[in-house]
């Protein structure tokens, strides 16, 4: 009857005792009920406690679910009756919950064995994560990585990079050496498919690291890896800094030690892919622990490129000293170790434009050996940049074989073709744009000219001149003809691709093409063309410019007011520099770019003085500029490459070409218009030799130091310049008394090389004329903007002259044959001046003073009577007594004159 009540809530007696029993019998009756219960509490609670952990908390459950169980009210007989085991267990673990159970305190035995049972389950709950004690994350945090999940990543990336290196270590094996012994040869060829040369010969002769100088050894560390010996094989923060910038846009970059560019040279290749610098990477890695630092630098000298066909130090040291390595000293140690950087662009005899850059890396290596301890500063303070010697090439280099290569290799690396590095490869077949009739031809026109004038025995100045010459098919952009020198063998630096020489006065048609495409005006807001007249006025200042400029004319000779059209024919700089500031010096700039000048050209600047030619553009980059007027104002970058195929089969993608309308036609053949002039009655008479149409500039560099004729026709724009350099030190040297002549001015040899060559390189061929579309209001006469009789120079007789007529400067009158004693004076190398001029001398083409209304006598070059109409604006000047035209631009003076106007030129 006593358990009765207890079966339903059987699992709750664990935790709330009974009511106390009224008699003795029922108190045994729920002893053993209790019993039975505590027995089965200790064990569930027992088996609660084995499943938190081993941490003692079974232990305290136990004991605090035994106590609790067995804490009933029990009456004060039980333990007489209990046996003696009983006794035993009720004395240890019942008694102390009996006293307060027997006094009637029921409810502490109850808070006691919840109390138990709540710390084993805390105890469970801690030693399984306890999560019922931490609040849970809400919000934000949530989405945060805890710090178990933050270390268990960074854990599993490294395993993950630690068995990737690993097995990359294990995949990659050190290869056999790349077989350059077997490279193929380069083949050019002409655009016929004929031969001009083969290069990919191997200049390279192995050498130990003891017959390398120190200063060498230390020096190329000092460029490419001070730290060689230190540190590791690789570099990973290089490598990574390397990639950034690359990312960045800033150029490819270089994070490789030197055992890693060693690896490249020697067992990969110059292939810029990540499979090849995986391999490079862990190949450093087995090369550095299989192979000493002086084995490994070794190797590097030997394989390096240094330029000039040269691989390994040995070979550089004899291609730009000849000297061996062991006698390299830090001077020229250091210019051979910034050479491996860039070993075409740092060449400062191939390259003269690059010589600033150049030091700037030769400093950089001398200041890394000082810094290292390598070199004293003491020493280091005296050392003198030494000149490299001319380059000695292979005899299938020579003639004018091995210039063309150097500018087709020059041509394909500028325009990102093909690296040079590739080049070395060997295999290509490249098929160029030139013509070999039209080479043939420059060459021989040169040859005649100038080489076979010159006397080098007994004229110094002649071992001074140099030639440089180029060719462009307006309509094509193609390069068709090139000369780059005497012998390549001999002459190491192309003539025809230099940068280092001003162009003088055959900018100047540059700045007149702006002034048309423009719109623009002179001060006094009148507009430019062929026939507005300016002020020719010597060291005249330049108007409505923030600066003070007052250029010089040739001879210092003055002209009053002069039109566009004349000033062109006899080069007039106090006209040009105040036409470009007319202009805007900016806009000249940008005009010439458009045409086809480099627009990083050395002293390109925005000021006047742009207009007198102080740029030092090459040869080719001035032949395509002129094309571009040619091809009436439409440019497309030159282009002297048609075909290039990788081992007879692969072909190589060419940039597309593309044509744009640089400037205006109207602003382009009105340039043509008053180029013609130049040829038939200005400084350019030389080239109507070529029995063609043609238009072009003569052009003098400061001293003297070039001349140049710029010239074409429609079916060819050709560009020559005559330089002075000294062999031995490269400094530019004057042209004065060269091939016998006083002076060589842009009319003289330029341009009779151009006129022999045009024609012959164009014979068998249809004569075509210009095809024009001039500026409005081009063939209009402008009236001065002052009195003729004000202006100087405007002096001569009006017999005979047709106000305002365009002669064209031809001598209608006057027997072909001249005066004997008549001199041919040098005006950029043409003749003399037609009318006007120097107010004294009435022009050094002769006519007469101001105010002799008599004209000039028989055989002189008639000018106008001051307060007449002037000159025709086609440069012609007035009539001489008999009623003829005085020849224009032959400088002819008569006997009586000859020493007066003798050796007139302009810029």
């Known amino acids: 009857m006593s358990d009765e009540p207890q079966q339903p809530n059987q699992g709750v007696a664990d935790h709330q005792p009974p009511a106390a029993p009224e008699t003795r019998g029922e108190a045994e009756s729920g002893t053993e009920s209790r019993t039975e219960s505590g027995t089965r509490s200790e064990a569930e609670n027992e088996a609660r406690g084995e499943t938190a952990t081993a941490t003692g908390s079974a232990t305290l459950s136990r004991t605090a679910n035994a106590t609790g169980s067995a804490a009933v009210n029990e009456p004060p007989g039980r333990t007489a009756n209990a046996t003696p085991n009983q006794r035993a267990n009720l004395t240890a673990n019942e008694t102390p919950n009996r006293t307060p159970n027997a006094t009637g305190s029921a409810p502490l035995s109850q808070t006691a064995h919840a109390t138990a049972n709540e710390a084993g389950i805390a105890a469970a709950d801690e030693a399984g994560g306890g999560k019922a004690g931490r609040p849970r994350r809400t919000g934000w945090r949530r989405a945060l990585p805890t710090w178990r999940m933050v270390l268990g990543g960074f854990l599993t990336a490294m395993l993950l990079v630690i068995g990737a290196f690993l097995l990359g270590y294990s995949m990659v094996k050190i290869p056999p050496a790349n077989a350059m012994a077997v490279k193929q040869a380069n083949v050019y060829l002409y655009a016929d498919g004929s031969e001009i040369a083969r290069d990919g010969e191997i200049n390279r002769e192995n050498v130990t690291l003891s017959q390398v100088s120190k200063d060498a050894q230390h020096a190329v560390l000092a460029a490419e890896d001070r730290d060689f010996y230190t540190e590791s094989a690789v570099d990973p923060k290089a490598m990574l800094r390397a990639g950034w910038n690359t990312a960045l846009g800033k150029g490819k970059q270089s994070g490789s030690t030197i055992t890693q560019q060693y690896v490249k040279n020697y067992y990969l290749g110059q292939e810029q892919t990540v499979t090849r610098k995986v391999k490079e990477f862990f190949i450093s890695i087995k090369l550095d622990r299989s192979q000493s630092k002086d084995e490994i630098l070794q190797g590097y000298l030997n394989t390096s490129y240094f330029g000039r066909n040269a691989y390994g130090i040995q070979a550089a040291a004899q291609a730009y000293y000849g000297v061996k390595a062991k006698d390299l000293d830090p001077a020229r140690a250091a210019y051979l170790a910034a050479l491996v950087n860039a070993p075409s662009e740092f060449d400062v005899v191939a ?167 423009n719109g623009s005006a002179t001060q006094d807001g009148r507009p430019i063309t062929p026939n507005t007249y300016y002020d020719g006025t010597n060291k005249r200042p330049v108007q409505g410019w923030g600066g003070s400029y007052a250029p010089e004319n040739e001879d210092q000779r003055s002209y009053g007011n002069i039109t566009v059209r004349e000033a062109t024919d006899k080069s007039v700089n106090s006209v040009y520099a105040q036409m470009a500031a007319d202009v805007g010096s900016e806009k000249v700039k940008d005009t010439a770019v458009a045409l086809g000048l480099p627009a990083d050209t050395k002293d390109l600047t925005g000021t006047p003085s742009i207009a007198l030619g102080v740029a030092t553009a090459s040869v080719v980059d001035m032949a395509d500029a002129y094309a571009t007027v040619a091809n009436h104002g439409k440019h497309a970058q030159y282009t002297m490459i048609k075909k290039i195929t990788k081992d007879g089969a692969d072909t190589i993608e060419l940039p597309k070409r593309t044509e744009s309308q640089a400037v205006s036609r109207e602003a382009a053949d009105t340039t043509t218009s008053i180029l013609r002039s130049v040829v038939q009655n200005g400084t350019a008479t030389a080239a109507q030799a070529a029995g063609r149409p043609a238009a072009g500039k003569t052009g003098t560099a400061e001293e003297d130091q070039a001349a140049w004729f710029a010239g074409y026709t429609p079916e060819l724009a050709t560009v020559v310049s005559v330089m002075g350099q000294d062999p031995d030190t490269a400094h530019h040297k004057s042209l004065y008394e060269a091939m016998g002549l006083p002076r060589v001015n842009g009319g003289g040899p330029p341009a009779q090389i151009w006129a022999q060559y045009t024609g012959d390189a164009l014979k068998d061929t249809p004569v075509t004329d210009f095809d024009l579309q001039l500026q409005p209001g081009a063939d209009q006469i402008q009236p001065p903007p002052s009195e003729p009789g004000d202006n100087p120079g405007d002096g001569g007789t009006d017999d005979g002259s047709t106000p305002g007529a365009d002669t064209g400067g031809q001598d209608q009158g006057q027997d072909p044959g001249q005066d004997p004693g008549q001199n041919q004076g040098q005006g950029d190398g043409g003749t003399g001046d037609t009318n006007g001029g120097d107010p004294t001398t009435g022009g050094a083409g002769g006519g007469t003073p101001p105010g002799d209304p008599t004209g000039g006598e028989s055989g002189d070059v008639g000018g106008t009577q001051p307060g007449g109409p002037g000159g025709v604006p086609g440069g012609a000047g007035g009539t001489t007594p008999g009623g003829g035209a005085g020849p224009s631009g032959d400088g002819g003076a008569n006997t009586g004159l000859q020493g007066v106007f003798s050796g007139r030129t302009s810029p």
């Open 351 to 517: 390259h003269p434009e690059n010589k600033s850059v150049a030091l700037a890396r030769w400093n950089y290596v001398l200041d890394g050996m000082v810094k290292k301890g390598w070199l004293p500063a003491s020493q280091r303070a005296g050392i003198k940049f030494p000149m490299p010697r001319d380059a000695t090439a292979p005899t299938g280099m020579s003639g004018q074989r091995g210039y063309i290569v150097r500018a087709v290799k020059d041509y394909l690396a500028t325009n990102k073709i093909l690296e040079e590095s590739q080049l070395e490869a060997g295999g290509y077949q490249i098929t160029t744009t030139l013509q070999k009739r039209n080479q043939d031809a420059l060459v021989k026109a040169v040859d005649d000219q100038v080489m076979n004038k010159l006397d080098r025995k007994n004229r110094k100045v002649d071992n001074y001149v140099r030639a440089g010459a180029a060719s462009i098919d307006p309509k094509t952009g193609e390069l068709v003809a090139m000369y780059g020198g005497i012998d390549y063998v001999k002459q190491y630096t192309n003539n025809a691709t230099r940068r280092d020489f001003q162009v003088g006065s055959t900018f100047k048609p540059f700045v007149f093409t702006s002034a048309v495409q």
